[in-house]
């Protein structure tokens, strides 16, 4: 029996933040993700019939997202909403299935983020992946996870959001693999998802904690019980927390599981514009803010914040440096993008929840961007690799323009989208730094800061290895066909001006929509730019862009000669990627595929199958027991007995017909009289 | 005269009867224990005929019709034996034993 | 027992003429009887029965069943007899001995059944009868042939189908096949 249960926040988070419950838009909005994954279905079955082959059903269904997005987005900025509808599916005891929808601050802005960079990808998708053989079934997939990855966020309970979760990563696999005559790229593919799927068991330890502890497994319910102090919930919040963080660890490619996101670039451009720059890969940090309460409040999981802040600044900085040495444009966005998520996890670990989040917006619009002017170039030219690139600028104008405008929003140049969101980053840290997180925050603050340099060191070496210089490769580039530049100048154009809705001091508009939530987040909020740290930040950014115009502005052959002084240890150990993929390979798989595998089919075969068979030998036992003991020597004997006695006693008995009437005659008279003697003796 | 002596003299004309029967190899000769057997019923009947002076008679018609179908059987038991003995040379009835085992 | 009581009982009962008379048949017969079961030739069997029979037929008279003695003498004896001593002489082997002997095994159970059988229905009869005495129930024939012919003319009919089923069995049986 299902009925809907419509609740609403808590009244008196209500009251506190002013918030309104949405109206007609929010209790729709639950067709945000539902509209991507029915258009999925209609896409896989008569997709390839269509005068667009499919295409035109993919695209309605992210521009319905990205208005339903927008419109949201609007409505909330204007009056802030907090929304949950639920429709209960069943139940199992006392716990309830249900599927609901959140419609709050943080939602919205994923709703919208998720629908405008998606609309921008799929008509740039149109024109790139024109011609491909399975053209319907890349829009049926990449439908699927825009679906998947609304339904994720859109989730009102734990359990929804692991369904989301897991549906996201069926769609990074089978997107990842699209190309899949190549069979490297199945491995890519795979390992992505098996990566995650490691990861994902902390996700699951931590869901299962908490539902069980709390009792439900609802969001609110959680939240609830942190904003009330619920001490069975103090007691396991540190390692469900953990658990929960290691989740998003993998979702998010933090350090150490950071390994799939480069092999994710076997996939499609589009794909690794929308899934590995924009969305997928940061669900990890939407799960973060969607929980923050349990991580900031005193008393629970506020320990592990130090563990996330680490964690993000090992991974910013060490895939930072990967970064310089790639030769393979993806792989050098690629390396960037963890960075990134490792300045959103940083800014998680020191409590700032708007900046995290805002990084995550801005990152979206900027590394979506590169990425797509990247397939741009790529499809131009043929070839992934930057040695085969060069002056390119006045090839494909626009793409340069873009590209160019991308690298500085990621850069941090002001007055850029990123300068603003990676302000907000090392401020918070700081702040951090004279608070609760102490020296860790300070020595994660000068990594951040360093962090800022390497990543302006990399691109500007990007952008002159691809732009500039002379082109030495076989192909004839030109500008890539309009439907695929005008989301890069769309995209580019939301680089520019994304940074402007949370400016301290002057428009904190970004940080109040995220707050429209039923609690309090207790992040920091600044009073005004921070400018020692701004510009810090903008010097260190500029002094990179500086150092790789030195190093890389020259002619090609310069340029590569450059690229070949290599410093001789640390060259080696940046091209393998620290040796981590090698550690994996010899130290995890190896040993799983061969000794443990070996050693799990000896306990199988011998101790498994040996039990087994001991059963069978002993009910064989049992049974010739039975047969030869009982049935043939015992039973077999009595009936045998029985029968031989019968027939000896026939035997016996035979004797007396003989045949001749006169022994009759005698036997019946002798007979008579005992019978009259018995008579008379016994009457 | 008493009932009882009648009665002991039919009695032991009746085991005369039965040993003869038993003991007789030769067909007739059995037959013949078999009318002595027969006589001693006979005279069991007659007597207790009397003995409750029965104004039916019913001993003494008992008693004819026992004579009649003794001649009856004899007359058939000869024949048979006749015919036996056609087959077989011999009156033994120890060789009529193909009913044996 | 009282051998005194049962001795002066004996007396009386031989100063009977009657019993006397009973006693000379009765031993007769008894004597007879013995010679039938036990005389090894064949022929002397035979003519014992004869003396038996007639025996039989003077105790009859002496219980006053005059016409079953005549019946028993004519029939029995006349006819009986006659067939038995034709049986004999078509089934004898051709020296005239007789080849069968009897069977001297069989001699000591054969005695054993027939004395038990005699000592049984002797106790039992003089126990039920004791001395009760039995007069000569001297009958005509008239009386005879109404009692057969009202009262059991069924039996009588009865009696005269088996003797003309034994009358055509018999010859049945014992002819000659037709076809040699």
Redesign the interface.
């Known amino acids: 029996m299902t009925h809907l249960l419509v609740s609403f926040a808590g009244e008196a988070a209500h009251e506190a933040a002013n918030l309104v419950d949405g109206g007609a838009l929010a209790r729709f909005a639950w067709l945000i993700p539902v509209v991507p994954l029915v258009a999925m279905f209609v896409i896989v079955f008569v997709g390839k019939r269509l005068p667009m082959k499919g295409w035109e059903l993919a695209e309605a269904a992210m521009l319905f997202d990205a208005v339903y997005g927008v419109a949201l987005f609007i409505a909330n900025a204007s009056h802030g909403i907090s929304y949950e509808g639920s429709l209960e599916i069943g139940r199992i005891g006392s716990y309830v299935i249900e599927w609901g929808w959140v419609v709050d601050g943080l939602s919205i802005m994923m709703y919208a983020l998720v629908g405008v960079v998606g609309l921008a990808v799929f008509t740039y998708a149109k024109g790139y992946m024109k011609g491909d053989v399975r053209f319907t079934w890349f829009f049926a997939a990449f439908t699927q996870f825009a679906g998947a990855m609304l339904l994720l966020v859109s989730s009102a309970n734990m359990i929804q959001l692991i369904v989301g979760w897991e549906l996201v990563g069926l769609a990074s696999y089978l997107l990842i693999g699209h190309y899949w005559e190549d069979h490297e790229n199945n491995a890519a593919a795979t390992k992505a998802f098996l990566v995650n799927k490691i990861a994902d068991v902390g996700l699951f330890i931590g869901v299962i904690i908490i539902g069980v502890t709390v009792g439900s497994f609802r969001f609110d319910a959680v939240l609830n019980a942190v904003a009330s102090g619920n001490s069975a919930l103090a007691r396991v919040a540190f390692w469900s927390g953990l658990a929960i963080f290691i989740g998003a660890m993998g979702k998010s490619a933090q350090f150490p599981f950071h390994v799939w996101l480069p092999d994710a670039m076997a996939g499609p451009t589009p794909v690794s514009s929308l899934m590995h720059a924009a969305t997928m890969v940061t669900a990890g940090v939407y799960l973060l803010g969607r929980m923050f309460p349990l991580f900031q409040t005193d008393g629970f999981a506020t320990e592990v914040k130090s563990i996330i802040i680490v964690v993000g600044g090992i991974t910013l900085f060490a895939t930072g440096l990967i970064a310089l040495v790639q030769d393979d444009i993806k792989k050098v966005l690629a390396y960037s993008t963890l960075s990134q998520l490792g300045y959103m996890t940083v800014a998680m670990g020191a409590g700032a929840y708007t900046a995290g989040l805002f990084h995550l917006f801005t990152h979206a619009f900027f590394k979506g961007l590169l990425f797509l002017c990247a397939g741009s170039v790529i499809h131009a030219v043929h070839s992934n690799n930057m040695s085969d690139m060069g002056g390119l600028r006045k090839a494909m104008p626009w793409t340069f323009r873009t590209f160019v405008v991308g690298s500085l929003a990621l850069a941090g140049i002001f007055p850029l989208a990123g300068f603003w969101s990676k302000d907000e980053i090392l401020a918070s840290v700081q702040y951090d730094a004279s608070g609760a997180g102490g020296t860790l925050a300070s020595v994660v603050l000068v990594v951040a800061i360093a962090g800022a340099f390497v990543t302006a060191f990399y691109m500007a070496r990007a952008v002159y290895l691809t732009f500039f210089g002379e082109y030495k490769g076989q192909a004839h580039p030109h500008e890539s066909p309009r439907i695929m530049t005008y989301p890069l100048i769309g995209l580019g154009l939301g680089s520019i001006v994304a940074g402007f809705v949370s400016v301290p001091g002057v428009f904190e508009g970004f940080g109040q929509w995220l707050a429209a939530r039923p609690f309090a987040m207790g992040d920091h909020h600044f009073e005004s730019l921070n400018f020692a740290l701004a510009g810090i930040g903008l010097a260190v950014a500029l002094a990179g862009l500086a150092a790789g115009t030195m190093l890389w502005r020259r002619d090609a052959a310069t340029q590569r000669e450059r690229d070949r002084f290599r410093i001789p240890v640390l060259y080696p150990l940046l091209a393998n990627k620290y040796y981590i993929d090698d550690l994996y390979l010899k130290g995890v798989i190896g040993p799983i595929k061969g000794p443990i595998a070996r050693f799990v089919d000896w306990t199988s075969t011998t101790i498994i199958d040996g039990v087994v068979n001991a059963f069978g030998g002993v009910a064989r036992l049992a049974a010739r027991f039975v047969y030869g003991g009982i049935d043939q020597r015992g039973i077999d004997l009595a009936i045998n007995a029985v029968a031989g006695g019968t027939s000896e006693v026939g035997e016996a008995l035979r004797h007396t017909t003989t045949g001749r009437v006169q022994q009759y005659v005698g036997a019946l008279f002798a007979g008579a009289v005992l019978l009259v003697v018995g008579f008379l003796i016994f009457t | 005269m008493t009932i009882s002596q009648f009665l002991v003299l039919g009695a032991l004309l009746f085991s005369i009867g039965i040993y003869g029967v038993l003991v007789r190899r030769n067909a007739v000769l059995v037959l013949l224990s078999v009318e002595l057997m027969l006589t001693a019923v006979n005279i069991n009947l007659v007597a207790f005929g009397s003995y409750i002076s029965d104004t039916l008679r019913s001993g003494q018609v008992f008693a004819l019709f026992v004579i009649t179908v003794a001649a009856a059987e004899v007359g058939i038991g000869l024949a048979i034996v006749v015919l036996v003995f056609r087959n077989r040379s011999s009156a033994n009835v120890d060789e009529l034993d193909l009913l044996r085992w | 027992m009282d051998w005194g009581a049962s001795v002066s009982w004996m007396r009386d ?1 031989i100063s ?1 003429a ?2 006397v008379v ?1 006693l000379v048949i ?1 031993l007769v ?2 004597a007879a ?2 010679r ?2 036990s005389s090894p030739n ?1 022929v002397h ?2 003519l014992m ?1 004869v003396l ?2 007639a025996g ?1 037929a003077g ?2 008279l ?4 005059e ?2 003695a005549w ?2 003498v004519l ?2 004896i006349g ?2 007899i006659v ?2 001593l ?3 002489m ?2 004898r082997a051709p020296t005239g001995r ?1 080849p ?4 001297h095994a ?2 000591w ?10 000592v ?3 106790t ?3 126990m039920a ?9 001297v ?1 005509r024939s008239g ?2 042939g109404d ?2 012919f009202s ?2 003319v069924i ?2 009919e009865a ?1 005269s189908f ?2 003309l ?3 055509i ?3 049945v ?2 002819r000659k096949d037709p076809d040699r």
Request: hydrophobic share 65%; net charge negative; proline share 3%.
């Open positions: 009962w009977n009657d019993n009973f009765s017969i008894v009887a013995i039938v079961v064949v069997a035979a029965l038996a029979l039989a105790l009859f002496m219980l006053g069943a016409f079953v019946t028993l029939v029995y006819a009986v067939l038995f034709f049986g004999i078509i089934t007789d069968v002997r009897l069977d069989r001699r159970p054969a005695a054993v059944v027939a004395l038990g059988t005699f049984t229905i002797a039992v009869t003089t009868f004791g001395d009760r005495p039995v007069e000569a129930a009958s009386e005879l009692v057969l009262r059991y039996p009588f009696v088996v003797l089923a034994a009358l069995g018999g010859i049986i014992a």
